[in-house]
């Protein structure tokens, strides 16, 4: 059967729903939203952090397994050096894998794959510290026996992980496409269409906020970077060190900063597309910010 179609199903799997569920509130229980957590997403980044730690200990089990198949006798100390660090990183890879996970709302598909993904990679963890064990015990032959019984979870995690990302734009900066048009000063709406505070317009096919907040006006793209939110349907808030008030994505409280579009709090990581706005008369012309 062909791998995709059997993620497809293992994504149907409600039996996983009840873990999903009780790992879900440790983890937002032991990680709430704030500075850690940022951290943990990327966003001093601007993008995921969890898949540039993934190659690190993916790295050094592949290297470790190498120097089991060709390194002989004197690549042992190296390996099992390698195998330990592998370990030591999991932690830290872990951590960022599921706070990006905890942040998919209500989005059961996602969410059950990324726990069998995690569930792969606990468990192919737990080969690869029996591993550095049995070397550091003088046997050899059995931790790279183990290595390799690791690799093969590793595999399954790391096939899995791929799905969530290049299949479910899990942690994809849902703007990557949008290009930041239009070049000049575009007619978008009165004045007066603006009482609420929030406006969606369109300006070049593009989606974008208006937005009126202590009597001066701001623009940004209208979609989320996280998971693609409707901007226009949150709220604005006053946390912004400067002063200059945040847009707070309705679906799972990302805050953009009304003066340049940037993240102020994740779990989004990239920032919106930043727009410059004026008001002629009683219209409201925006144009994108380069
Ligand atoms: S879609 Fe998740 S924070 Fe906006």
Redesign the pocket.
């Known amino acids: 059967m062909h791998l995709a179609r059997l993620v497809g199903k293992l994504e149907q799997v409600e039996l996983l729903d009840p873990a999903v569920d009780a790992v879900a509130g440790v983890v937002n229980q032991v990680l709430p939203p704030g500075d850690v957590k940022d951290v943990l997403h990327g966003k001093f980044l601007g993008h995921a952090l969890h898949p540039l730690l993934v190659a690190l200990p993916i790295g050094m089990n592949v290297g470790a397994l190498l120097l089991d198949l060709t390194g002989g006798e004197r690549a042992r100390p190296a390996a099992q050096r390698l195998v330990g660090a592998a370990v030591l990183l999991v932690a830290p890879t872990a951590a960022s894998g599921l706070a990006d996970w905890s ?1 998919l ?1 209500s989005e059961r598909r996602p969410k059950r794959v990324g726990l069998v993904h995690a569930a792969s990679n606990v468990v192919a963890t737990g080969f690869f510290a029996a591993s550095w064990l049995a070397r550091r015990r003088g046997r050899h032959g059995t931790g790279a026996a183990l290595a390799l019984a690791g690799s093969a979870g590793l595999s399954v995690g790391g096939y899995l992980g791929g799905h969530l990302a290049y299949s479910e734009a899990v942690a994809v900066n ?1 703007n990557a496409d949008r290009t930041p048009i239009p070049e000049d000063w575009e007619d978008v709406a009165a004045a007066d269409d603006l009482d609420g505070g929030m406006l969606r317009v369109a300006a070049a096919g593009q989606p974008v906020l208006i937005a009126r907040h202590g009597g001066a006006l701001f623009a940004m793209g209208a979609v ?6 409707a ?1 226009d349907e949150g709220e604005i808030v006053d946390d912004d060190d400067d002063g200059g008030g945040c847009v707070v ?6 805050h953009f900063r009304l003066r340049d579009a940037a993240v102020a709090r ?3 990581t990239a920032p919106v597309l930043a727009f410059d706005v004026r008001q002629v008369a009683d219209r409201i012309q925006v144009r994108a910010r380069t």
């Not at 989320?224 to 939110?229: A, E, I, M, T």
């Not at 994505?249 to 990302?254: A, D, E, N, R």
Request: include cysteine; aromatic fraction near 0%; proline fraction near 11%.
């Open positions: 942040e709302g849902r989320c970077s996280h998971l693609g939110g901007l994505c309705p679906l799972h409280g990302s994740g779990p989004a």
